[in-house]
């Protein structure tokens, strides 16, 4: 039985012609000090038939960079008597902090409408969840404006030419981290692509975390939050006492 299941995997391994993606980023943590102001990965890797040879064929490469999902609420602007006001508004369970797509050519002339929705390849098919009922032309407007939002702050971003691939095997994409980012795990998913097919698809980590004393405050206001909101009222109402004296004798 064991020589018969061993000689059934080989002709598995055999016949099974989908290359294989080995993946990795130039850092796996990042480290956010005071004076932040963002860093740039390098994600790269190559691409590889099953014996361990370059891939036999042409292929385009699709890189997904995603950051902690999170509950998000986005409320819309209205224009009351010449005032803007919050109007309506909604709420998604796990919208990503940060998202970000890189390619090797655009993805609507790689893979058709339904593959990108699947795989997520572009801002407008990032995948939302909407809290309770909603109207789906209510959903899609909703969806658009925190898609811009997040665009406009740096944290949803596309380039449709910014992985390079050389000789079939390795290829490279430069995504950029503002400084505004959210800690915690960064996913970046690469995907091999040809004849509109998905054939390949791996995954790579990078952790995201506050150190010193940047770190330190965060755990504090977690741990002991009750303490951290009284002690930022105290030193809030410090601050303005003592502005208020300094402006007193001015």
Same mark, same amino acid.
């Given at each position: ?69 999170? #509950? @998000? =609420?986005?409320?819309?602007? +209205? &224009?009351? *008597?010449? /005032? ?9 369970? !796990? ?10 050519? #655009? @993805? =609507?002339?790689?893979?058709? +409408? &339904?593959? *990108?929705? /699947? ?9 939302? !969840? ?121």
């Amino acid at each position: 039985m064991k020589r018969l299941f061993l000689i059934l995997a080989l002709v598995f391994l055999s016949a099974q012609r989908d290359p294989i993606l080995v993946p990795e980023v130039s850092q796996h943590e990042v480290q956010v000090r005071q004076g932040f102001t963002g860093t740039e990965l390098l994600l790269f890797g190559a691409i590889l038939d099953p014996a361990g040879r370059r891939a036999a064929q042409d292929y385009d490469i699709v890189v997904v960079l995603k950051g902690p999902t999170m #509950p @998000v =609420r986005v409320r819309e602007k +209205e &224009r009351v *008597a010449g /005032i803007w006001v919050n109007a309506e508004s909604t709420a998604f369970r !796990s919208a990503p902090s940060f998202f970000a797509v890189a390619s090797s050519a #655009p @993805v =609507r002339e790689i893979v058709d +409408e &339904r593959t *990108a929705a /699947i795989y997520e390849f572009g801002t407008e098919f990032i995948q939302l !969840s909407p809290t309770g009922m909603i109207d789906v032309e209510e959903q899609q407007r909703f969806a658009a404006g925190l898609v811009d939002l997040r665009t406009r702050q740096g944290l949803y971003k596309e380039d449709m030419k910014g992985v390079q691939v050389s000789e079939q095997v390795l290829y490279q994409a430069r995504i950029a981290l503002p400084s505004n980012v959210q800690t915690g795990t960064y996913t970046a998913e690469t995907f091999a692509v040809t004849r509109g097919r998905v054939i390949a698809s791996a995954i790579a980590e990078v952790e995201v975390r506050k150190v010193g004393f940047e770190r330190f405050i965060e755990l504090f206001s977690q741990e002991q939050s009750l303490l951290y909101g009284l002690l930022a009222v105290v030193m809030s109402v410090g601050m303005g006492w003592m502005a208020g004296r300094l402006f007193a004798y001015i």
